[in-house]
C-alpha cells in the first residue's frame, strides 16, 4: 500500500484489510476539501492495489465519527451553481465508496451526522459502538438545506420510507440502540470491541461469509407502505401536511426533501440524485439556510465563550431553593447530567412534588437549610417579590458560606437582591425559561459588583446543562423579558383600538412566530403579564404602558390557559378551543372592530421590540447584536429564519420605516 499519509487520514495495513483513520485538525472530524482529497486519494490507491481486500473507516477522536460537511463551505457558495456541483462531487464520491472493488466497514464512534452519516450510508456495512456520544442524524433541515450527499436516495432505501422522513425532517439524533431498532446500522458492539469487529466484519465481507442483513421486525413492518406507488405517495402527502402545519411555509428545504424522495422513487436513484443537488444549491445561498448557519455559528461561538475572563468553580453539589414549577425543573435538568442537588421549599407538599417532577435519584429534598453547606452554587427560584428573595438570599448566604447565590428572578433587577447581601459579588442572575427541560436558552444577569469567578461559574454550569447562555447586563427585564413587553404591549394596543384578537395573533404567525402575543398572553398568565408590565411601565415610563386590554381581561379575573379563560377558551385538558367571543364586552371599543392590514399589525407589533433591542445593545444590556439575535430567537421565539432582530434590520433598513417590516 502506498497511501500517502495526508494529515486528516492515516492508514494501516492489517494483512489485507485498510484501515483507515480519520484524525482532522480541530475538535471534530468535517468532511472539508482535505478531508475529501484523503478519502479520493484513498479509493484511488484501493482500487489499485490488488492486495487489498477491504476497508474499515473510522475516527482517532472518541466522540465524533464525521460531524458533516464543513460549514463553513457553505459560506463560500457564491452562486446555487457551487453548490450544486458540490453536490454532484459527493455523490461521485460516494458512488465509488458503494461500487468499490472491495468492501468499506463503517466503524462508528460519536456524531455521524450530515455528510458523515451519508458516506456510511455508502459502505457496505455499519458498526456503531454503543457509546454515550454516538449519535446518527442527517440534519441538515436545521440549516435549511437537504442532505446533499445521496441521503435522500440512501436512507429511504435503507431504513424505510416513514423511518427516513422523520429523520430527514426533523434532523432529530438516534443512539447506537435506536439505529439497530430501524436498520441503521448492522451491529452494534461495546466501544472497547469496536475495532476489533469491524476489522473482523470486513475479512467476512471480503470472503463472501458475512450474515445477510436482516431488516429488524419493527422496521419491516413499518416498509409495508414503501413498496407500491400508493403507499408511497400516501406517506409522502401526510407528511407534507405535517410539514405545512408545522412550518406555514416558511422553510422550503423539508418540502425540498419530500420533492427529491419523490422524484428518486418516480424516476429512479440517478434523477433523484439531480433534484437532490439541484435543490442543495439552491437553498445552500438562500436567505433563510444563510440565517440558519449564521444562528447556528453564533450558538456555537456562544458555547466557546467563557462569559468572563476568570476561571469557573467546578459545581460539584446544586442547592435550590424553591420547589415550584421552576426549581423542581431546574434540580432535574442538574440531576440529568450528574450533578447532586439539595432542594429546599418551606412548604412539605411543595417538595414531595418538586421531588416527585424531578424524578432523579440525586435530588433529594429539606423544608430547612440541612444539606447546603457544601453547595457550591445555590440558585433560588421562590416567589417573584423582593422582600422574599431578599431574605432568601440572606437564608442562603447563612446555609451556604461559600456558595455562588443565583437568582431565577424573571423582572427585579440583581443589583437590588445583591444590595443587602453579605457577599454581593456571589450574587448573580440565572434567568432560565419555562419549561426548563424544553426552552434552551440561559440569561446570566451580572451586576455592577459581580466577581468574574461568579460569571463564569454560572455561565459555565448553564452550558454543562445544556443551555446556549447568553451574558446580559442588569436592569428591569434584563433582555429577552425587556423585548417582549414592547412587542406584547404592541399587540395590547391595538386590541385596545378594536384590532381582532385572532387577527393580530394570525399576523403574527404568518411573519413566523410559533404562536401569536395574544395566545403568549394566555400560556404566560396573565397575572405574571400585568406584574412583570407594571414593572416595566415603572421603569421605563410610556412606551413600556400596559394596554387597557390587558387591566381589564385581568381584572375581570380571566387568568389565561391556567384558568381556562383568558382571551381564548380552553378545555379541561387545557387545549385551545377559539377565541372568547364574550371577551371583546370587556374591551374598550366593545363590538366595534378595526380592520388591519397584516403588515401593519406586524409594524405595530414587530417594530416597538426591535426598537428596544437597539436601545439594549446601545446601552450594554447585550454584549453583541449576535447575542441579542440568540436571545430572542432562543428566549420568545422570534422567527429563526429571520436569523433575529438584528439580522432582520440588517437585511431590512431601520426597524421604523413601515415598508420594512
Ligand atoms: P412557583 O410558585 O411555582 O414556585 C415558587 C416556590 O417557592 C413555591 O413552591 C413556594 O412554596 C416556594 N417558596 C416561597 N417562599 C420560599 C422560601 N422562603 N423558601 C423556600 N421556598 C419558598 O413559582 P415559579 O413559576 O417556579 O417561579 C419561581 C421564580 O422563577 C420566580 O422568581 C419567577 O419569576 C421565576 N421565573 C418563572 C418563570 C415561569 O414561567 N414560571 C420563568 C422564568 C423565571
Known amino acids: 500500500m502506498t497511501v500517502p499519509t495526508l494529515p486528516v487520514l492515516t492508514t494501516e495495513t492489517v494483512h489485507d484489510v485498510v484501515i483507515a483513520t480519520l484524525d482532522g485538525p480541530g475538535s471534530v472530524n468535517t468532511l472539508g476539501p482535505a478531508a475529501i482529497a484523503a478519502l479520493v486519494a484513498l479509493l484511488d490507491d484501493v482500487e489499485r492495489d490488488d492486495a487489498v481486500r477491504a476497508v474499515v473507516l473510522q475516527s482517532a477522536k472518541p466522540d465524533s465519527w464525521i460531524a458533516g ?37 463503517a466503524a462508528i464512534q460519536g456524531a455521524c451526522l450530515g455528510g458523515g452519516l451519508e458516506l456510511a450510508l455508502a459502505c457496505a456495512w455499519r458498526i456503531a ?15 435549511g438545506l437537504v442532505p446533499g450527499g445521496g441521503g435522500t436516495q440512501r436512507l429511504p432505501r435503507c431504513v424505510g420510507l416513514g423511518a427516513a422522513l422523520d429523520l430527514m425532517l426533523t434532523g432529530r439524533r438516534v443512539r447506537a440502540r435506536q439505529a439497530l431498532g430501524m436498520g441503521l446500522v448492522d451491529d452494534v458492539v461495546h466501544p472497547a470491541a469496536l475495532a476489533e469487529a469491524a476489522l473482523r466484519r470486513a475479512r467476512e465481507l471480503a470472503d ?7 431488516t429488524p421486525r419493527r422496521a419491516a413492518a413499518a416498509r409495508l407502505l ?27 428545504a423539508p418540502l425540498a426533501v419530500l420533492d427529491a424522495v419523490r422524484e428518486g422513487y418516480a424516476r429512479g436513484v440517478d434523477a433523484g440524485l439531480r433534484a437532490e443537488a439541484r435543490h442543495f444549491g439552491e437553498l445552500a445561498v438562500s436567505a433563510v439556510s444563510r440565517e440558519l448557519v449564521y444562528l ?11 462569559g468572563s475572563a476568570a476561571a469557573p468553580r467546578a459545581v460539584a453539589k446544586l442547592g435550590v431553593v424553591g420547589a415550584g414549577f421552576m426549581g423542581a425543573g431546574i434540580a432535574a435538568a442538574a440531576a440529568a447530567v ?41 440558585i433560588e427560584a421562590v416567589f417573584e417579590d423582593l422582600d422574599v428573595k431578599r431574605r432568601v438570599i440572606d437564608e442562603i448566604e447563612r446555609a451556604a458560606p461559600d456558595a455562588i447565590v443565583a437568582s431565577n428572578t424573571s423582572t427585579i433587577p440583581i443589583a437590588r437582591l445583591a444590595e443587602r447581601a453579605a457577599r454581593p459579588e456571589r450574587v448573580i442572575g440565572m434567568h432560565f425559561f419555562s ?30 446543562l445544556g443551555k446556549t447562555v447568553i451574558v446580559v447586563r442588569d436592569g428591569p427585564g434584563f433582555y429577552v423579558n425587556r423585548i417582549l413587553n414592547p412587542y406584547v404591549g404592541g399587540a395590547g394596543r391595538l386590541l385596545d383600538e378594536g384590532v381582532a384578537i385572532d387577527a393580530i395573533d394570525r399576523a403574527l404567525v404568518d411573519f413566523g412566530f410559533p404562536v401569536g402575543p395574544i395566545t403568549l398572553l394566555d400560556e404566560v398568565g396573565l397575572d405574571i403579564a400585568g406584574k412583570s408590565g407594571r414593572i416595566m411601565h415603572d421603569a421605563f415610563g410610556a412606551r413600556m404602558a400596559p394596554a387597557q386590554s390587558l387591566l381589564r381581561v385581568l381584572d375581570a379575573g380571566r387568568l389565561g ?58 446601552e450594554g444590556i447585550i454584549r453583541s447584536a449576535r447575542d441579542g439575535d440568540v436571545g430572542a430567537v432562543f428566549g420568545i421565539g422570534f422567527p429563526a429564519w429571520r436569523g433575529g432582530p438584528f439580522r432582520y434590520l440588517a437585511a431590512t433598513g431601520t426597524a421604523l420605516a413601515p415598508r420594512h417590516l
Open 69 to 105: 460537511f464543513d460549514i463553513e463551505e457553505l459560506a463560500r457558495f457564491e452562486s446555487a451553481a457551487d453548490g450544486e456541483r458540490t453536490s454532484r462531487e459527493a455523490h461521485a464520491l460516494l458512488d465509488r465508496v458503494e461500487r468499490c472493488r472491495v468492501p468499506w466497514v
Open 296 to 306: 447556528f455559528f453564533a450558538t456555537t461561538a456562544l458555547k466557546k465563550d467563557p
Open 129 to 143: 459502538a454503543d457509546h454515550p456520544s454516538t449519535a446518527l442524524a442527517l440534519p441538515e433541515v436545521q440549516l
Open 561 to 618: 390557559r391556567k384558568g381556562r379563560l383568558g382571551f381564548y377558551r380552553y378545555d379541561a385538558a387545557g387545549k385551545k378551543r377559539g377565541v372568547d367571543e364574550s371577551v371583546y364586552a370587556l374591551l374598550p371599543t366593545g363590538e366595534r372592530r378595526t380592520r388591519m392590514a397584516p403588515e401593519e399589525i406586524v409594524r405595530r407589533t414587530v417594530g416597538p421590540l426591535l426598537e428596544e433591542a437597539e436601545r439594549c445593545l446601545a
Open 208 to 214: 463472501g461469509r458475512a450474515p445477510t442483513r436482516r
Open 435 to 464: 419549561p426548563v427541560a424544553k426552552m434552551p436558552l440561559l440569561e446570566v444577569i451580572e451586576a455592577d459588583g459581580t466577581a468574574p469567578e461568579t460569571t463564569a461559574t454560572a455561565v459555565a454550569f448553564g452550558k454543562r
Open 226 to 252: 414503501d413498496g407500491n406507488a400508493l403507499g408511497r405517495a400516501l406517506v409522502l402527502r401526510q407528511a407534507r401536511e405535517r410539514v405545512l402545519r408545522r412550518t406555514h411555509g416558511h422553510y422550503p
Open 338 to 378: 450528574g450533578t447532586p442537588v439539595r432542594l429546599r421549599d418551606t412548604d412539605a407538599g411543595r417538595v414531595g412534588k418538586g421531588l416527585a417532577a424531578a424524578r432523579a435519584d440525586l435530588v433529594t429534598g429539606t423544608t430547612d437549610y440541612t444539606g447546603f453547606r457544601r453547595a457550591d452554587l445555590v
